[in-house]
């Protein structure tokens, strides 16, 4: 059974840094690319940043270009995403995604999703 399962979440201010981690278990995580999303209150989920199963390009959504960096460690089947000069605009349920392509870790359809962890950035 695939778990994806997140940590990190938290309140923070705005202007502070916050590290999500999502462990993956019950795949091969070396062979899948790995996502970000998050969902706003009342919004749609939406892509945040993708990394492939191996080295490679990483991707942004342009609003976290040049604040959020992934990473991943496959000895450790985890995926990053170290967040920095957040905003209230970043307030929302985070959550990882595994897919066994890069261009389907960046959609919303991806082969499995994580539980999420709130992320809340107060002004």
């Known amino acids: 059974q695939v778990q994806l399962v997140e940590s990190g979440g938290g309140w923070v201010q705005a202007g502070g840094s916050l590290r999500l981690s999502c462990a993956a278990s019950g795949l091969t995580f070396s062979n899948y690319a790995m996502g970000w999303f998050r969902q706003a209150p009342g919004k749609e989920r939406e892509f945040v940043a993708a990394i492939p199963s191996r080295s490679g390009n990483t991707y942004y959504t342009e609003s976290v270009k040049g604040r959020f960096t992934i990473s991943r460690d496959n000895a450790k089947n985890t995926v990053y995403l170290q967040m920095n000069s957040l905003t209230p605009e970043d307030t929302a349920v985070y959550y990882c995604?595994?897919?066994?392509?890069?261009?389907?870790?960046?959609?919303?359809?991806?082969?499995?999703w994580g539980q999420g962890t709130q992320v809340t950035v107060s002004s």
């Open positions: 995604s595994a897919d066994d392509s890069i261009w389907g870790a960046t959609t919303t359809r991806p082969d499995y």
